[in-house]
């Protein structure tokens, strides 16, 4: 990962240009726009996947609407089911009910008083399972409403930061337009060796090519520099490089606050 170096402080940065060679001041100019441009790029080339989580969290509430749809609608034909079931034992009732006119014998009357009270146990029954599924179905239509409620809600949010994504992609397009055309001045300032230097590094070392030097150590590989070598990076007046990682390197002179104007770096 590329890191944001900015040198942001501007008495900080006016201190640093104070002795410093042109070629390097550049440099340190060059990599903070080229970290701010790769930066900016990768949040544009997140876009695709952002516009599929904003769709993934619509699908989610999506499934739970038909999931609740689907619960009501098994409710509903379980429900008929048993209405069916219930008329049919009503039709049993009433041939029951007709032919108990018709027995003749105390042993048939009872008989028949028997298959009644089976008929109308069968309906109690059924009946009971109606008001269930009558009483489900209430909470089940509920439950659908707050669904599609939610749905309309979540589309409502989804579409505000659509919006909010849209509005942040044109900046950063305008930003990498913007840093692009700043390179390309700094670039026709600079030496061509000074470039060549730059840009070998930055191939080599996932687009970081100037680090800062403190307390006698890159701040990025973490490697010690040779003493002679630390003190003639604390001159700023050439382009040195760092034995380790190559990095070209540069010094915050301790009158500069370091948390204000320093590069912000990785980890090796």
């Given at each position: 990962?590329?890191?944001?170096?900015?040198?942001?402080?501007?008495?900080?940065?006016?201190?640093?240009?104070?002795?410093?060679?042109?070629?390097?001041?550049?440099?340190?100019?060059?990599?903070?726009?080229?970290?701010?441009?790769?930066?900016?790029?990768?949040?544009?080339?997140?876009?695709?996947?952002?516009?599929?989580?904003?769709?993934?969290?619509?699908?989610?509430?999506?499934q739970?609407?038909?999931a609740?749809?689907?619960?009501?609608?098994?409710?509903?034909?379980?429900?008929?089911?048993?209405?069916?079931?219930?008329?049919?034992?009503?039709?049993?009732?009433?041939?029951?009910?007709?032919?108990?006119?018709?027995?003749?014998?105390?042993?048939?009357?009872?008989?028949?008083?028997?298959?009644?009270?089976?008929?109308?146990?069968?309906?109690?029954?059924?009946?009971?399972?109606?008001?269930?599924?009558?009483?489900?179905?209430d909470?089940?239509?509920?439950?659908?409403?707050?669904?599609?409620?939610?749905?309309?809600?979540?589309?409502?949010?989804?579409?505000?930061?659509?919006?909010?994504?849209?509005?942040?992609?044109?900046?950063?397009?305008?930003?990498?337009?913007?840093?692009?055309?700043?390179?390309?001045?700094?670039?026709?300032?600079?030496?061509?060796q000074?470039l060549?230097?730059?840009?070998l590094?930055?191939r080599?070392?996932?687009?970081?090519?100037?680090?800062?030097?403190?307390?006698?150590i890159?701040?990025?590989?973490?490697?010690?520099?040779?003493?002679?070598?630390?003190n003639?990076?604390?001159?700023?007046?050439?382009?040195?490089?760092c034995?380790?990682?190559?990095?070209?390197?540069?010094?915050?002179?301790?009158?500069?606050?370091?948390?204000?104007?320093?590069?912000?770096?990785?980890?090796?």
């Open positions: 990962m590329i890191a944001d170096c900015r040198l942001t402080g501007s008495p900080a940065r006016v201190g640093l240009r104070a002795n410093m060679n042109s070629d390097l001041d550049r440099l340190i100019e060059l990599q903070r726009l080229d970290s701010a441009a790769h930066s900016a790029e990768r949040r544009l080339a997140e876009e695709p996947e952002r516009q599929k989580a904003f769709e993934a969290r619509i699908e989610a509430v999506r739970r609407v038909a609740a749809k689907e619960r009501l609608a098994d409710n509903q034909n379980a429900r008929r089911t048993v209405e069916k079931d219930v008329a049919v034992h009503q039709g049993r009732l009433s041939k029951f009910r007709d032919q108990l006119m018709a027995v003749k014998t105390n042993q048939e009357y009872q008989a028949m008083q028997k298959e009644i009270e089976f008929a109308q146990a069968e309906v109690k029954g059924l009946e009971d399972k109606i008001l269930e599924w009558m009483l489900e179905a909470e089940l239509t509920s439950l659908v409403k707050r669904s599609e409620a939610e749905l309309a809600a979540e589309q409502k949010a989804v579409d505000a930061d659509r919006r909010t994504m849209g509005a942040e992609l044109s900046d950063l397009k305008a930003l990498v337009e913007r840093l692009a055309g700043e390179r390309t001045t700094i670039v026709a300032a600079l030496d061509a000074a060549a230097v730059f840009e590094v930055a080599r070392r996932n687009g970081v090519a100037v680090a800062e030097a403190r307390d006698g890159c701040t990025i590989c973490h490697v010690r520099l040779r003493p002679q070598v630390f003639n990076v604390r001159r700023n007046d050439q382009l040195i490089q034995d380790s990682c190559q990095r070209i390197l540069y010094f915050v002179p301790a009158a500069v606050p370091a948390t204000s104007d320093k590069v912000s770096q990785p980890a090796q």
